[in-house]
């Protein structure tokens, strides 16, 4: 394989975890109904049972960290693949509820760890001038991820519903196991080598087929910026040299979650239904939704290292005030019907090219090699809290006060957002990871 095809190999092979991430998260859509029959859950049972692999996620991005800095990135993602591949078995092998919800569970907690490591893996491994669409392939391979598992269900589903949900479920074993013999023949990340274990020599190796021509200088650079911090640990992080990227990557976590993605992906059917859309329409509208947002997000990976990703992220805002403003109206004046899908889908489409596509890429490339790991458990762990408050609060806010409310306080976020990508963010497009701390303090 020629350097290109090295590189881009090393990358796919990290955004398996994406892959895998998507699919466990969206796979339960097909099998959360008989499920609840099959054992006789009550709703509060059967609500946990659905939601527990989001607890296991945030688990997951709170610890995801340590394993990456102290075992190494690819060993982690090893980890994580064996994670999947026994989640995947045991959860379709499953004989009684409490079996199922351990190994749910533990699924969710591969997820977790996954949107800190992989993401973080491809940083550290991709030259200056692609990373942004190398490490954006995390992104798309979860959307595609989804997309897959609803047509796994979709294609499983004729079959005896006895034995239907445990293929649904044990489908996911073929690419975690695929995921375990990629993540057997990467190399470990350059700059783990050179902080953690002093290995310069394999650090050069991998460094002179990523850029043979930066390859001393990024040593060097690594070297020196990690003389005064080789003990850095997850305390460090929160210390007063590094408050400016974790402000940014909190915020950037936060608004995330705040534009109403999780709520519009997790409850699509109940908001058209709410609109006014039949249920066979409005389940075909949520396929639409996937389908968007699978195509969107290939835009954003072309574009965010020829435009950068301040540029897509204010470009995106002023997209998804607009979306989410005619959404508002449209709850508001009591006159949703058709339109609610129609500016859904533009919704997506801003979102996916905007704040998916540069979310993990941002918070991994901000934070100093010494404490990127814990940097990227902060701003992962910050995402998926956020996505539980809000999954788990969109119903009640809805029946309470209704969609325009719900909306209506979107907006009002992604205008703060738009403020905070203006005037706050720095533009990281095309700079070395080492370059980072001039970039971040001088904006």
């Not at 796994?152 to 375990?180: E, K, T």
């Not at 533009?346 to 979102?351: L, S, V």
């Not at 029946?399 to 325009?404: D, L, R, V, W, Y």
Request: charged letters at 15%; glycine letters at 8%.
């Amino acid at each position: 394989m020629n350097r290109n095809t090295k590189i881009f190999f090393w990358s796919l092979s990290a955004a398996l975890g994406g892959f895998l991430f998507g699919f466990d998260t969206a796979v339960i859509s097909g099998v959360e109904k008989h499920l609840q029959s099959l054992w006789n859950l009550s709703a509060v049972e059967h609500g946990f049972t659905v939601s527990i692999a989001l607890i296991g996620t945030v688990v997951g991005a709170l610890v995801g960290g340590i394993p990456a800095d102290t075992l190494g990135r690819r060993k982690t993602l090893l980890i994580i693949a064996v994670i999947y591949l026994l989640a995947s078995l045991g959860t379709a092998l499953a004989n009684t509820w409490g079996f199922f919800l351990i190994f749910r569970f533990l699924g969710g907690v591969g997820v977790g760890v996954s949107s800190i490591v992989a993401p973080l893996y491809i940083t550290e491994i991709s030259p200056a001038s692609k990373r942004g669409r190398l490490v954006a392939m995390f992104q798309f391979n979860i959307v595609f991820g989804i997309l897959i598992a609803y047509l796994s269900n979709y294609l499983l589903s004729g079959i005896d519903p006895d034995v239907s949900w445990r293929w649904m479920l044990g489908v996911q074993a073929f690419p975690s196991a695929l995921f375990i013999i990629t993540a057997l023949v990467i190399p470990e990340s350059p700059r783990w080598l050179i902080l953690k274990k002093n290995d310069l020599e394999g650090a050069r190796q991998t460094l002179e087929i990523i850029d043979p021509d930066e390859a001393e200088k990024t040593i060097s650079s690594v070297l020196n910026a990690s003389q005064t911090n080789k003990s850095a640990g997850f305390a460090t992080v929160f210390s007063k040299a590094y408050r400016k990227p974790l402000i940014l990557a909190f915020l950037f976590a936060f608004f995330n979650q705040v534009s109403g993605i999780n709520a519009i992906i997790y409850y699509a059917p109940r908001i058209f239904e709410l609109a006014g859309l039949g249920k066979e329409s409005a389940l075909l509208s949520s396929a639409g939704i996937g389908l968007v947002n699978l195509l969107s997000t290939f835009i954003g990976l072309a574009l965010i290292d020829k435009y950068g990703r301040k540029t897509l992220m204010i470009a995106g805002s002023v997209g998804l005030i607009v979306a989410l403003a005619l959404v508002t109206r449209a709850f508001y004046i009591h006159q949703a019907g058709m339109l609610v899908p129609i500016y859904l889908f533009i919704f997506i489409a801003f979102f996916a090219f905007s704040q998916g596509a540069v979310i993990w890429v941002f918070i991994a490339e901000i934070f100093p090699n010494e404490v990127r790991a814990y940097g990227q458990t902060v701003g992962s762990s910050t995402h998926w809290i956020m996505a539980a408050l809000i999954s788990f609060s969109f119903p009640m806010i809805t029946e309470m006060f209704g969609g325009a409310a719900a909306f209506g306080f979107f907006t009002v976020m992604m205008i703060c957002q738009l403020i905070f990508a203006w005037k706050f963010m720095p533009e990281t497009r095309g700079r070395a990871l080492e370059d980072m701390d001039r970039v971040i303090i001088s904006h």
